[in-house]
């Protein structure tokens, strides 16, 4: 791609940075942007206005253009519970289910030593802040079933263990519509763990 002006290949560099895309992927994005001006101008207003507004809420660090979240300004949510999930798309994803009406907390990622992410990258002391503050009763943990999500688990449930809250985490079992015998062992070893009686 040598060949090709210097302002296109800034641009498909930066589109490459962008997780689950790659050098094509980023290519095509970028012509294909560059041949409908209108939509690139619409898209860099958007961008401009997102990096003049857009921050992190300061109570749960969800993004906001506001002062609060709209989920920790609205006052009908049950102020004692907290969601702990890792990103963004998380508190969406849970939201998306009408079933849990409490406050968020991100953690910003995962414990990941190799990675360089330990837990002082990680929003764990503003968590254990709010539960001394606010009277929290109950911590929701819902991170990744991945080896970085089960550490941050573990490193979780023995910081919090010391406080008067109850800890739980979400339920892990065979997702709807999978078939038994192409499901995986740790789902299916979960399954039986976490079962309900009828």
């Not at 910081?159 to 065979?174: F, H």
Request: aromatic share 6%; charged share 25%; hydrophobic share 35%.
């Amino acid at each position: 791609m040598k060949q090709l002006p210097d302002f296109i290949q800034k641009l498909i560099a930066e589109f490459d940075k962008l997780p689950s895309v790659g050098p094509k992927s980023a290519a095509k994005l970028v012509f294909n942007l560059l041949h409908r001006k209108e939509d690139l101008k619409i898209l860099a207003n958007h961008l401009n206005e997102a990096y003049n507004h857009v921050h992190s809420c300061p109570q749960c660090f969800n993004l906001t253009d506001k002062g609060l979240c709209r989920i920790c300004s609205d006052p009908n949510r049950n102020k004692k519970i907290i969601c702990v999930v890792s990103q963004n798309q998380d508190v969406e994803a849970i939201e998306k289910t009408n079933q849990f009406n409490g406050y968020y907390h991100l953690l910003n990622g995962l414990l990941n030593p190799l990675e360089g992410t330990t837990p002082d990258k990680l929003k764990i002391k503003e968590l254990v802040q709010r539960i001394e503050e606010n009277g929290i009763k109950e911590i929701i943990l819902a991170l990744d079933q991945s080896m970085e999500g089960e550490a941050t688990v573990l490193y979780l449930k023995k910081l919090l263990r010391n406080y008067p809250v109850e800890i739980s985490q979400l339920a892990r079992g065979i997702p709807m519509g999978a078939n038994i015998e192409y499901t995986d062992e740790a789902t299916l070893s979960s399954a039986l763990e976490n079962r309900k009686k009828l």
